[in-house]
């Protein structure tokens, strides 16, 4: 059985110094107007980290207006695309410098694998930074022919205050996904990470001031949702969010919008992403895939594959085999480098993921591994798996966000790729099958925003990312990614035959 590993372990890794728990506003570590601060909690043993400036609505207007007077008069939207890039590839060595600390930052606070942040995560912000670092000095515009002797051209301007809104299931990773276009582009920013894991957003402010990214530029508000990210959400300084987190705060935010100046909203959601298996595919790879589509980051992944359709040939022997591998997954302290599977980020996602293993059980669905808790403390959840899944069971609906797999049986193509589709979520599809013409047929007819063909959990900084139907709209990534922080600009001019010349 996967197994909570000895808490002991825990004990031998040499944990970095918590420095910066302060609010980052105008280049300054400050703390917050209230005085308030909040614990982050160690997810491993429920105990507390550190305490954390708890910024509100009064420290938002102090940001925004750090980072309107840094747009609208200071240095950064004004210098030339190759300065700005400039900077930014210091901001990425830095990171590289710190890196050892930063993953171990993340895996505490977030209880992600060490492995993963060492060898993945933090390395890819770098390189996030250098991709848009590297496109600061190509954003160009376009030439017109106009008709009647005019000439146009267009401009591609940075939108102005970006606020950025993040979550706790990639802390650094995602906050690069939008910080680092954000600033390529010319914008100014604030940033609120999500009160599970900001350590490392406050870390990387500090590195950006180090890097010289003017102060205003980059600021830094940790605190809760509802007050912190709900006030910038409605600011009216702020030009553009771009959230990514569940679909129902991001109904809020668009609301918020909405009701306050309109700004510009990005914004990737929820997921309830199938992987659908057919008959001719190697069987033993089908259930690695599925197994690491679902159980990846504890679940705990907007795009995780967590419906697995597969073909009725093949079913018996796609759940025999995937019990087995369940039971292989390892779960323990995500600083021990055999360990697959960490604890849920804090207590609520945990309860949460629980309830709905039990209502899985009460709806009907056959529970074939896992469905407990493991260990005595921390949040730990065993590798569950659900046959027998319907389409209209609330486990095949709602994005539970934890390590639970429903695997659910279909004859034809054409009811694998109807399943796949019945969802109020569109973020990515897994296919898995040796047959190039169904791999396309499934392909083009997933509304979902990516596609994985006998592959999951695979990207890159040029493979734009983003949701179909409630998953959100926007993309992250590529130029796409770039395109979310400019607006476009015509100028018209008449040449010297135009009538208005
Ligand atoms: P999850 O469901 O993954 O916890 P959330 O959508 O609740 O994700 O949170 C993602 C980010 O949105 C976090 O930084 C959180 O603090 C923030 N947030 C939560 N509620 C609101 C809100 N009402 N307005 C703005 N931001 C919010």
Partial sequence: MASRESDDRSAKVKLPAIKFTKLFIDGQFVDAVSGRVFDTIDPRTEEVIAQIAEGDKADVDLAVKAARAAFDHGPWPQMSGSERGRLLMKFADLID??????????ALDAGRLLTLTKCIDIPCTADCLRYYAGAADKIHGETLKMPQAMLGHTWREPVG?????????FPSFLLFACLAPALAAGCTVVVKPAEQASLNALYNAHLAKLAGIPDGVLNVITGFGPTAGAAIASHMDVDKISFTGSTEVGRSIMEAAARSNLKSVTLELGGKSPLIIFDDADVDMAVDLARTAIFFNKGEACMAGSRALV??????EFVRKSIVKAKEWV????FEPHVNQGPQIDRKQFEKVLAYIEHGKREGATLLTGGRACGEKGFYIEPTIFADVEDDMMIAKDEIFGP??????????EEGIAKANKSSYGLAAGVVTKDLNVANT??????????LINCYHMGAFDCPFGGYKMSGFGRTFGLHG??????????????????WH
């Fill in 311 to 316: 073909q009725e040939a093949i079913y018996d």
């Fill in 97 to 106: 410098q710190n890196a050892d600390e930063l993953a171990t930052l993340e």
């Fill in 482 to 499: 770039l395109d979310n922080f400019l607006q476009v600009k015509s100028v018209v001019t008449p040449l010297f035959n135009s009538p």
């Fill in 442 to 451: 499934v392909a083009r007819s997933i509304k979902a925003g990516m596609v």
């Fill in 404 to 413: 639970v797999l429903c695997i659910m049986k279909f004859k034809s193509m």
């Fill in 161 to 169: 205050v970006a606020g950025l809104i993040v979550p706790w299931n």
């Fill in 331 to 334: 779960v323990g302290d995500p």
